[in-house]
């Protein structure tokens, strides 16, 4: 194998800085890709800087990531060198729990194994992400591409796409719902995308009166300030489904109270602190439900790349060189981007 050229965190307090590495021989079903581009998901920083306490350093983030197949093992069947294909959040499961065996391999009982920072399940080496030249993954955890959409704004699909698409799937988004999406950041821009093109009337809601006319933009057909207590009320027990994406610990109550009666919010944002508890009489009165979802299976992930390819939706993206990673990053912090960071991965290969 070449050696893959990436980018690292070596630590929870150093930036990110070059680094070299072997991937792994390919086995009977790998398929080994050359990586052109990555998203910067918010998840990549938790672990670089161990926000969530489980990380395994070095660190090569990456969880979005589109390429094209180099070589295959011999028992490879799905894939052929020259395909363009996506790799998401996951790289492998058990595949005999009863999550695996519906598809559902993100909620793996035995737990999946993540691009990075996971255990691979035979070698027992830590798994290295998408911010490299080249990945090797088994073809089961691969995802063809459509080749109509943009490779590097198809990237950051992987794992904002999916990671709204499914919750909207999950809970029936469609014509004759209206569903709300809290926040326009990497997951809510691609919320409100994907909410429009299933035919269900959106409202995109933002504590930022600058992001109202760049969500009607993207297909939200009304936007609430949702600091407006009287903005906030006129929408009162009307929502058959809310998708909250803000990755910031914040009250859901003033969001729960939009429901209507068998409504649902479900969570996808992941922040550091757990939310304050709601109050329960929000609940029970109204029988709402406050849920939580993670990514999705590989079947739901196809599933949605084909939708996305059916409907030309991508994530609207700023590329930057791997060298721009940490200021990326903090960028992010800021809100400073619009919707997501993509790295052109040839800038590694320079």
Not at 8 to 22: I, M
Not at 274 to 280: A, E, F, L
């Amino acid at each position: 194998m070449p050696t893959t050229y990436a980018y690292a965190a070596r630590s929870a307090d150093t930036p990110l800085a070059p680094f070299e590495f072997q991937r792994r021989a390919l086995r009977e079903l790998d398929v080994q890709i050359e990586v052109m581009y990555c998203g910067v998901c918010h998840s990549d920083l938790h672990q670089a800087r161990n926000e969530w306490k489980n990380s395994i350093y070095p660190v090569v983030p990456g969880h979005e990531i589109v390429g094209r197949v180099t070589h295959v093992g011999s028992g490879v069947t799905r894939f052929k060198a020259g395909d363009l294909v996506g790799v998401g959040c996951l790289v492998d499961s058990c595949r005999t729990c009863p999550s695996c065996a519906e598809g559902l391999e993100q909620y793996c009982e035995n737990g999946f194994v993540g691009t990075y920072n996971g255990v691979d399940r035979v070698s027992g080496d830590i798994t290295y992400g998408g911010y490299s030249t080249n990945l090797v993954v088994d073809e089961a955890f691969v995802l063809r591409v459509p080749e109509n959409l943009d490779p590097a704004a198809t990237a950051p699909l992987l794992c904002a796409g999916i990671t709204t698409y499914s919750p909207l799937r999950q809970w029936g988004a469609g014509p004759g719902k209206k569903v709300g999406i809290v926040g326009l950041g990497g997951l809510g821009h691609m919320g409100v995308k994907l909410a429009r093109a299933m035919g269900a009337h959106v409202v995109l809601f933002t504590t930022s009166a600058s992001k109202v006319e760049d969500a009607k933009r993207l297909g939200a057909h009304e936007v609430v300030i949702s600091k407006s207590p009287e903005e906030m009320q006129a929408h009162a027990n009307s929502f058959d489904l809310i998708v909250n994406t803000v990755a910031a610990q914040h009250d859901l109550n003033p969001f729960i109270a939009l429901l209507k009666r068998d409504g649902t919010m479900t969570l996808v944002g992941a922040p550091e602190h757990d939310h304050p508890s709601p109050q329960v009489f929000g609940l029970i009165m109204k029988r709402r439900r406050l849920a939580g979802s993670l990514i999705g299976g590989i079947a739901e992930t196809q599933e949605m790349l084909d939708f996305c390819g059916q409907h030309g939706i991508t994530s609207d993206i700023e590329l930057i060189p791997m060298q721009k990673i940490n200021d990326a990053y903090e960028r992010m912090l800021k809100s400073d981007v619009k919707y997501r960071f993509v790295v052109d991965i040839d800038s590694l290969r320079q």
